[in-house]
């Protein structure tokens, strides 16, 4: 192998398996977060993973992916959820667009991802692809470096060479592998073939494996995931009226084993819908009066990302934030302090 850290990663596999079976199981969820500028490939990369088109690709110079979107799906015997994220290296984002997408990303990937993606174009790597280990540690934190892996796209391109043939020539390229453990994988958008999707996921589990066999998380997940749960609570409690209409339904035509299986899954349904549509809409996206103390951490935290452009603000605002909500509560005439001094500013 042509990383070290490659052969380290595999020869482990055994010994990590065992501890993966107290984390990821057969009926977890895989959530899967791409990251990457605009036109390497991140929705024909999703698209390609779940084996449909589902995520909006086509050949244009700017990004067609304005919204983070969340997809959910069966491949392989394995369910995944595959998180596109908009290109949050284009320029054209303002400081508050930034926090909003980046938000949305963290709710729909919480509790936490089990690997985030860094889509790469073979033929273009350019700064950004350098810095973007730089930035899932600076917006999720330092450990979630062990949990990237490199997507080279454009896998057709290689002709005959090799993957590691390639990279060679580029010590930036290998530098950046090096940096994510010497975990990559090429795929190639045109090949519909179910074998590089089932290498990848195979690479993703042995990565999640030797991690500790579960996904990874910090307070900024836990945050998320407590407004995603609290969002989904108020939504199942709106609907449990139409939900025990429908159970009744069941009940008149159905008896026996059958209708238990049909109201379990309808238990279901009606937990995902509300997990979908929670994650769209919660206080961590939305934090609004209930959570303005926590504006005290993204405006300091947004002061500190100013030197860095609406990318270094936009980071800065939602880590801050995260302190701003522990802190903040402490301190409410802060806010109004804050406020008042953007108004006569």
Known sequence: MAFKANRQLYSTFTQARRTSARGVTCDEEIRIVLIG????????????????????????????????????????????????????????????????????????????????????????FTQEGQKSVELIQQVFGA??????????????????????????????????????????????????????????????????????????????????ERAVQESMEKILQASAERKKQDEELLKAKLKGQELQIKLEELEDKYKMQAREKAEQKNKYIFPGLVLAAAEVGVTVGAGAGIACGPLGIGVGAVVGGIVGATIGLMAPAAVVAIRNHCVTQ
């Open 143 to 224: 450990r979630a470096v062990d949990y990237a892996l490199i997507l080279f796209t454009y896998g057709d391109q290689l002709g005959n060479m090799t993957i590691e043939s390639f990279t060679r020539q580029c010590p930036k390229l290998t530098s950046l592998i090096k940096k994510c453990n010497g975990q990559y994988h090429v795929f190639n958008n045109k090949d519909w073939s179910c074998s590089q999707v089932q290498q990848l996921l195979e690479k993703i589990e042995r990565m999640v494996a030797y991690n500790g066999g579960s996904y990874y998380t910090n307070k900024m997940f836990q945050e998320a």
């Open 37 to 124: 500028k605009t036109g390497n490939g991140k929705s024909a990369s999703g698209n390609t993973l779940l084996n449909r088109h589902v995520f909006l690709s086509v050949f244009s110079p700017g990004s067609v992916t304005t919204e983070c979107e969340k997809v959910r799906g069966t491949v392989h015997g394995r369910r995944i959820a595959v998180i596109d994220t908009p290109g949050i290296f284009d320029t054209k984002y303002k400081e508050y667009e930034v926090v909003h997408k980046l938000k949305t990303c963290i709710a729909m990937s919480a509790p936490g991802p089990h690997v985030f993606l860094i889509v790469i174009k073979l033929e273009r």
